[in-house]
């Protein structure tokens, strides 16, 4: 599948260590694309340092568009807000069309954003995207596939596997207009670190046409990381 666009939705904990790496994967592979929306209606915080690429002077700056500044790349386009279903379909309108190849990452922290994403991608008529959705908790964590491929799915649906994705029970940053922010549950660095990495190798695997598995777990304290399943074949 070549990809004419990424949309990466969220650039903390997980987002800001998988961008650089993704845009340079995508920026030299024959199947890759140089054309990147950042969406992230967060600003960095003194305590971001912990576990989120960040630099000095950052703090009080919107996370997307001081990636973008960071990456210098000229064919990536911001958005410096919180997204909704109507909000992303709109985004996403504006850079492909139907029948485009394209990857969504929701590296974000609340599963009431990513249900939002699933439902402007499934209801916008899309035909052939790659959704891959990593998370985490404290050392332990897990990459989640959605993929269409000319109209068919690929995967079994996120929502019918992970029942906090049908029914989440947080809520989308500010939807209701007001300034609100969720709280990340404590994590270490390296479950950041290896989430991004996790995503980043699937879809380096997916380029290469070496196949794919639905999920991906891993375990920062037994150093693995471990494929769900057996492996889908490749992408034509």
Request: proline residues 5%; contains cysteine; aromatic residues 8%.
């Amino acid at each position: 599948m070549k990809f004419k666009h990424v949309f990466v939705i969220g650039l903390g904990g997980t987002g800001s260590h998988l961008i650089g790496p993704l845009v340079q994967l995508m920026r030299f592979h024959p199947e890759g694309t140089n054309e990147f929306t950042l969406i992230d209606g967060d600003d960095y915080e003194l305590g971001n340092a912990k576990r989120q690429v960040i630099k000095n002077g950052w703090v009080g700056t919107n996370k997307a568009q001081a990636t973008a500044d960071r990456l210098g790349r000229e064919t990536i386009r911001v958005i410096p807000k919180f997204i909704d279903k109507n909000s992303f379909t709109k985004i996403v309108n504006k850079e492909v069309s139907k029948d485009d190849s394209f990857l969504v990452i929701p590296t974000v922290d609340n599963n009431a954003t990513r249900k939002a994403i699933l439902e402007a991608l499934d209801e916008g008529g899309y035909t052939n995207f790659v959704w891959a959705s990593p998370g985490n908790g404290f050392d332990t964590g897990q990459l989640v596939l959605y993929i269409k491929e000319n109209g068919v799915a690929l995967t079994l649906h996120p929502t019918l596997k992970c029942p906090n994705l049908a029914n989440p029970r947080d809520a989308i940053p500010a939807e209701d207009g007001c300034e609100r922010h969720i709280n990340s549950s404590p994590q270490l660095i390296t479950a950041n670190f290896l989430a991004a990495g996790i995503t980043l190798t699937a879809i380096s695997n997916m380029l290469d046409e070496k196949g794919w598995y639905e999920e991906y777990h891993f375990n920062c304290r037994k150093g693995k990381m471990v494929p769900q399943g057996t492996c889908k074949g490749v992408l034509v």
